[in-house]
């Protein structure tokens, strides 16, 4: 007989330096390293979470979606499929000199998205911005600024929108 969780677990990929709360899925074709998840969050199929990430308590990560280095979730939310979350301002392969630039050749800036925030699909998330306590993100939307807490925002770049 076939044991179908353990054909499901040699599809995720999770580094012993990962620390996973108590009731955490996660989905197939998920690679995550030297990160934290927290109780009972959801990550979905084909997820990359970086070393140095914190996904919250009961946080909902789709598939497809990136969450780097320097990215903090806390509780409570939600990011839609597809989500890319970027920490590197000034991104290049190599440094002036040509050579290849490596962990000490780049800045990591952080990202932190407040509790029961949520993102939607294919949005793309700058580096070094807050994202406030209960706001949404459009879908589609890329947030270069600090987005308010309560605050709706949409489009390319992302503006605040009223909520009608």
Not at 3 to 28: N, T, Y
Not at 112 to 122: D, L
Not at 140 to 155: F, H, L, S, W, Y
Request: aromatic share 6%; glycine share 14%.
């Amino acid at each position: 007989m076939r044991d179908k969780d353990a054909d499901q677990r040699s599809f995720i990929r999770l580094s012993p330096d990962v620390e996973l709360g108590d009731g955490v899925r996660i989905f197939s074709f998920v690679n995550a390293y030297g990160c934290k998840i927290d109780d009972g969050a959801q990550i979905g199929a084909f997820v990359e979470i970086q070393r140095g990430a914190v996904i919250g308590k009961r946080c909902k990560i789709s598939s497809h979606t990136f969450i780097c280095e320097g990215v903090t979730i806390e509780d409570e939310c939600f990011v839609g499929h597809g989500v890319m979350f970027i920490n590197d301002r000034h991104p290049a392969a190599v440094n002036p000199d040509g050579s290849l630039k490596g962990k000490d050749d780049w800045t990591c800036e952080s990202t932190v998205v407040r509790k029961r925030a949520n993102i939607g699909s294919g949005a793309v998330i700058m580096c070094g911005i807050e994202i406030g306590e209960g706001a949404l993100v459009g879908a589609g939307a890329v947030v270069t600024k600090n987005v308010p807490a309560g605050a709706t925002v949409a489009g390319v770049p992302a503006r605040v929108i009223p909520r009608g």
